[in-house]
């Protein structure tokens, strides 16, 4: 396993990071009980993985729990992201559904003090915005905040997470601007390239890391989506339509000859594609099995795309169609 700088900050982190989402949650066709969290928490860690990505709103902080438990008495062995912004008290958490949204610095205050007891421990390595919008990144009083809790020990740095679903570009590049922001979170994968790719070349230049979160496309570059899948509109990848999946497969089959010549699946080429980028600092595939956690920490081996094929695949892409971008709504008011 090889280890990135987070950004601007001293903190170093696995290159392949363990997305705490799915073990408190059913959106991804399967439940994990809790026993097998913990398992796969600590088989992730057995593996190298030292970066432990969550949020209090994931089971409405069950993955936090989940994680204090697996590694108690280790604080100092693991990097603990957590983020807030959601009020989900009261609330039913399914699928895309967004519930409100609150980043207020009392709000803020209660949701790490929460955050804390959760994962058993007096500090987060990192803390962060869930899905925020322009007008929370414009807003001087939220990142105040945050970094009043850099300056109390409460967090050693922040990040900011876009979503939900892809685009969000100019949330991600004005978030990079926030001296307390040493990463920002994004969806990206080698058939969803934007906005990635420029969030990638402004992050290198900023000394910001870019956390990569669906590197798999929602299954379809694992071989778990294909043309006869059927996805339950309760489950997080239903915004996945047939169409999207045909056009998908397709792309996969034009990328399979760069695969075939680097000996690589194309799991293996989609996750190294991810890892040969500039600006990268780890990637957050969905691991929902005991088994693909070996099989995504051998992918993490310091063997990259060489460049004439990433060439190859930027120049494939640039063929592909362009796609809808999530933004802000322009007339959004202000918490």
Same mark, same amino acid.
């Given at each position: @396993?090889?280890?990135?700088?987070?950004?601007?900050?001293?903190?170093?982190?696995?290159?392949?990071?363990?997305?705490?989402?799915?073990?408190?949650?059913?959106?991804?066709?399967?439940?994990?009980?809790?026993?097998?969290?913990?398992?796969?928490?600590? =088989?992730?860690?057995?593996?190298?993985?030292?970066?432990?990505?969550?949020?209090?709103?994931?089971? =409405?902080? =069950? #993955?936090?729990?989940?994680?204090?438990? +697996?590694?108690?008495?280790?604080r100092d062995e693991?990097?603990?992201?957590?983020?807030?912004?959601?009020?989900?008290? !009261?609330?039913?958490?399914?699928?895309?559904?967004?519930?409100?949204?609150?980043?207020? /610095?009392?709000?803020?205050?209660?949701?790490?003090?929460? #955050?804390?007891?959760?994962?058993?421990?007096?500090?987060?390595? @990192?803390?962060?915005?869930?899905?925020?919008?322009?007008?929370?990144?414009?807003?001087?009083?939220?990142?105040?905040?945050?970094? #009043? @809790?850099?300056?109390?020990?409460? /967090?050693?740095?922040?990040?900011?997470?876009?979503?939900? /679903?892809?685009?969000?570009?100019?949330?991600?590049?004005?978030a990079m601007e926030?001296?307390?922001?040493?990463?920002?979170? &994004?969806?990206?994968?080698?058939?969803?390239?934007?906005?990635?790719?420029?969030?990638?070349?402004?992050?290198?230049? +900023?000394?910001?890391?870019?956390?990569?979160?669906?590197?798999?496309?929602?299954?379809?570059?694992?071989?778990?989506?294909?043309?006869?899948?059927?996805?339950?509109?309760?489950?997080?990848?239903?915004?996945?339509?047939?169409?999207?999946?045909?056009? #998908?497969?397709?792309?996969?089959?034009?990328?399979?000859?760069?695969?075939?010549?680097? !000996?690589?699946?194309?799991?293996?080429? +989609? @996750?190294?594609?991810?890892?040969? =980028?500039?600006?990268?600092?780890?990637?957050?595939?969905?691991?929902?099995?005991?088994?693909?956690?070996?099989?995504? /920490?051998?992918?993490?081996?310091?063997?990259?795309?060489?460049?004439?094929?990433?060439?190859?695949? !930027?120049?494939?892409?640039? &063929?592909?169609?362009?796609?809808?971008?999530?933004?802000?709504?322009?007339?959004? !008011?202000?918490?």
């Open positions: @396993m090889r280890y990135n700088r987070l950004g601007r900050s001293d903190i170093k982190v696995s290159e392949l990071g363990f997305g705490a989402w799915a073990i408190a949650l059913d959106w991804w066709g399967r439940k994990i009980e809790e026993d097998e969290a913990l398992r796969m928490l600590k =088989k992730a860690y057995d593996a190298g993985i030292n970066f432990f990505e969550t949020g209090d709103m994931y089971g =409405k902080g =069950k #993955s936090e729990r989940l994680i204090g438990r +697996a590694f108690a008495g280790m693991v990097v603990i992201s957590t983020k807030f912004g959601y009020d989900f008290a !009261g609330v039913e958490q399914i699928g895309h559904s967004e519930l409100p949204q609150c980043f207020g /610095a009392d709000f803020a205050k209660r949701a790490l003090r929460a #955050s804390l007891d959760r994962l058993q421990t007096d500090h987060v390595d @990192m803390y962060g915005l869930h899905n925020p919008k322009l007008h929370h990144i414009r807003d001087d009083s939220v990142f105040g905040t945050l970094e #009043s @809790m850099v300056s109390d020990g409460l /967090a050693r740095t922040c990040q900011v997470a876009l979503g939900p /679903a892809i685009g969000w570009t100019a949330e991600g590049l004005e926030r001296p307390c922001v040493s990463a920002v979170q &994004t969806v990206y994968n080698i058939l969803e390239q934007t906005p990635g790719n420029e969030l990638m070349r402004r992050a290198e230049e +900023a000394d910001v890391g870019v956390l990569v979160r669906v590197p798999e496309a929602s299954g379809i570059l694992t071989g778990k989506v294909n043309a006869d899948t059927k996805i339950d509109e309760k489950d997080h990848r239903s915004v996945r339509k047939g169409q999207w999946i045909k056009a #998908s497969l397709q792309k996969v089959e034009q990328l399979r000859p760069i695969a075939d010549r680097n !000996g690589l699946t194309i799991t293996e080429l +989609a @996750m190294k594609f991810v890892m040969s =980028k500039s600006g990268f600092a780890s990637v957050l595939p969905t691991m929902t099995e005991l088994d693909e956690i070996d099989a995504y /920490a051998g992918m993490a081996d310091g063997r990259y795309v060489p460049e004439s094929d990433m060439r190859a695949i !930027g120049a494939l892409y640039d &063929t592909w169609p362009e796609y809808e971008l999530k933004a802000t709504v322009p007339a959004a !008011g202000a918490d």
